[in-house]
């Protein structure tokens, strides 16, 4: 295997290995960048709010004015294969909420965004009839169980955004 090969391949096992903080890397990047872009806008009364458990379909909070987003952030390598996500139920319940697929180059800079929800106020796109999700690892018995709460949202029900600038306004309307 040439250098290039060879590193490309630690690339991708260093994103499968340590996925979760990947994860979490990319959502204080993210987190930063919305604040920052507030900020230039002259917007400094935002709060910002983590999940430490997600039983509500949510990894975020985040407010501005009478707007009170509740975040269910996924996050994949551009190139990758995933052509889906899943997203919990209980999600329908908030009353802004969204899912933001961010997709991050190896080194984790943003590529794009993908987003699925509607403007703020409205609550998230009706998610039920969508196919059920199955657990991605199997139990002692070898068998992938059904999770009935949650649903697999297809990459093509998302709406591809360019740049941090639009998720703005997307999830505090045009500020």
């Known amino acids: 295997m040439d250098e290039e090969a060879s590193q490309s391949a630690d690339g991708i096992a260093q994103h499968a290995v340590h996925s979760v903080f990947r994860e979490r890397i990319v959502e204080h990047l993210f ?13 400094t009364d935002v709060e910002v709010l983590r999940s430490e458990f997600d039983a509500g379909g949510y990894d975020l909070v985040m407010s501005y004015g009478e707007t009170v987003r ?16 899943t997203a919990s139920l209980n999600l329908m319940r908030k009353s802004s909420g969204c899912i933001l697929w961010i ?17 703020p106020g409205q609550p998230l796109p009706d998610i039920r009839e969508m196919k ?32 941090l600038g639009e998720v703005v306004d997307r999830l505090f309307g045009v500020v």
Do not use: C, Y
Not at 31 to 43: A, C, D, K, S, T
Not at 70 to 85: C, E, F, N, P
Not at 103 to 119: I, M, R
């Open 31 to 43: 987190i930063g960048g919305v604040l920052q872009l507030l900020w230039q806008r002259g917007i």
């Open 70 to 85: 509740h975040i269910q952030l996924k996050v994949s390598v551009a190139g990758g294969k995933r052509t889906s996500v």
């Open 103 to 119: 997709v991050v180059t190896p080194k984790l800079d943003f590529e794009s965004f993908l987003w699925f929800g509607k403007p």
């Open 132 to 163: 059920v999700a199955i657990h991605t690892k199997a139990n002692a018995s070898g068998v992938k169980l059904m999770r009935p709460n949650q649903r697999s949202i297809p990459r093509s029900a998302f709406v591809r955004v360019g740049a």
